[in-house]
């Protein structure tokens, strides 16, 4: 997938990419019109924890501010890379009272990155992507209240029947899960 990608941004990747193999790494939104970035430092409260125990190779790639210009905020902040698998992830932190309303606001932009990646053929039809609500709190599982099973519902309607997207509201992921042997 990653090819498709760069293939597809030729001008702005080299900008917008970076790989990593590290165990645990972490992902944030700085303040302004910057895009997305490894976090380098002590992680913040804020960041995205990117678990990947077997060190395969994650991309971030840098959407708002970087693929598209800061003047189109209608896309996701990033999206996370692995192999075939992909995850759009949207930053919306603030007010702790508001955390439904700030799971609400990631799905336009979730949805029109999904859509744009699509119709592009940078995801190809009939697959599965994940779409990550980074709003300082991870749900319960099972997913627990109807606020949030609304959101689900409404970004499957946005993406469509070609592509099947899993809303996760979450700070943290896993890629390259060992298998233990049996």
């Given at each position: 997938m990653i090819e498709r990608i760069t293939a597809h941004f030729a001008?702005?990747?080299a900008l917008c990419?970076?790989?990593h193999t590290d165990a645990l790494f972490h992902v944030y939104d700085p303040e302004g019109n910057h895009p997305c970035r490894h976090r380098v430092d002590a992680p913040q409260e804020t960041d995205l924890a990117v678990h990947n125990p077997a060190a395969a190779l994650v991309h971030l790639v840098a959407i708002d501010h970087c693929l598209y210009s800061s003047g189109d905020a209608t896309r996701c902040d990033c999206a996370l890379v692995c192999g075939e698998e992909i995850h759009f992830v949207e930053f919306k932190h603030g007010n702790y009272r508001r955390r439904t309303d700030r799971i609400k606001d990631c799905i336009l932009q979730l949805a029109a990155a999904i859509n744009d990646f699509l119709q592009v053929g940078i995801i190809a039809p009939h697959s599965a992507v994940q779409?990550?609500?980074c709003v300082g709190f991870t749900e319960q599982r099972p997913p627990q209240g109807a606020a949030i099973e609304?959101?689900?519902l409404q970004l499957n309607k946005l993406v469509?029947?070609?592509v099947a997207v899993?809303?996760?509201v979450t700070d943290h992921i896993v890629f390259g899960k060992i298998e233990?042997?049996?």
């Open positions: 001008a702005r990747h990419l970076s790989s779409a990550i609500a609304a959101r689900k469509g029947n070609s899993e809303l996760l233990k042997a049996p």
